[in-house]
């Protein structure tokens, strides 16, 4: 599975390819995403979806997968990276593509590259280029713990964005909480899961002349200007 865009490219003239954004929880990569989208005329392509979708239809592919995740094993990259190849096989992709929570590792990064460079049957022939969102640590502490939301999904932050009432939600007047994945203890594990994974993907493509980090401490308009600005230097980059 992954998310179509919406409407026909803004920029038909300029072809992105594939595309690796990266960023922290909090950073804002899924309001990127969609803005990349809707830029360029691309797909986000999901792994979590993916891997949910070869589950649900019992695919072959599927089926070897739950019968790790039922013994607690992860997946392992040979399966991630089939599924997520065969994906992209089957889509008109020759724009490219955006990949959500792919490659995590750097056998999956090699994967990828080889699969985009060598496979006659990829629709694209640009190698993937990777994005990074970076935001300070304690911005994104409080962007994640600050939250709070409503029974019907409205969303505040007691930092940067609080209610009128302490605790009570302007729309409907119902009591908003925090949700149990915006802890600072959850924040933590998943910050250091996040630069675990991270940091040797990043290297990887930094040492290739693939990769930009972005400043997303900025008004959400002037990161997207930012993202569209580097993937454009990384396209014409002859390093």
């Not at 899924?30 to 979806?49: C, E, F, N, R, V």
């Not at 019968?67 to 724009?95: F, S, T």
């Not at 694209?124 to 911005?139: F, K, N, T």
Request: charge should be negative; aromatic fraction near 6%.
């Amino acid at each position: 599975m992954m998310t179509e865009p919406t409407t026909a490219p803004a920029d038909k003239d300029f072809l992105p390819g594939p595309v690796l954004l990266l960023g922290a929880p909090g950073v804002g990569k899924g309001t990127q995403a969609k803005a990349l989208m809707a830029a360029y005329g691309i797909p986000q392509i999901s792994t979590g979806d993916i891997l949910r979708a070869n589950i649900a239809n019992g695919s072959e592919l599927g089926r070897s997968a739950k019968a790790l995740m039922d013994q607690g094993q992860l997946v392992p990259d040979d399966l991630v990276n089939q599924m997520v190849w065969h994906k992209i096989l089957d889509e008109n992709l020759y724009r490219g593509f955006i990949l959500d929570g792919y490659p995590r590792t750097l056998a999956q990064a090699d994967y990828i590259d080889s699969a985009i460079n060598e496979d006659p049957k990829s629709p694209v022939r640009m190698p993937l280029v990777a994005i990074s969102i970076v935001v300070d640590y304690e911005q994104l502490l409080h962007r994640i713990t600050g939250r709070r939301i409503c029974p019907l999904g409205h969303i505040f932050n007691i930092y940067s964005n609080p209610s009128m009432a302490p605790g009570i939600c302007d729309v409907d007047g119902s009591v908003l909480v925090q949700r149990p994945d915006d802890s600072e203890a959850v924040f933590t594990e998943r910050m250091k899961t996040f630069e675990s994974q991270t940091a040797p993907v990043i290297e990887h493509y930094r040492k290739q002349g693939r990769f930009e980090e972005i400043d997303g401490d900025q008004p959400v308009e002037q990161v997207t200007g930012a993202i569209e600005a580097a993937l454009k230097r990384l396209r014409t980059s002859k390093r």
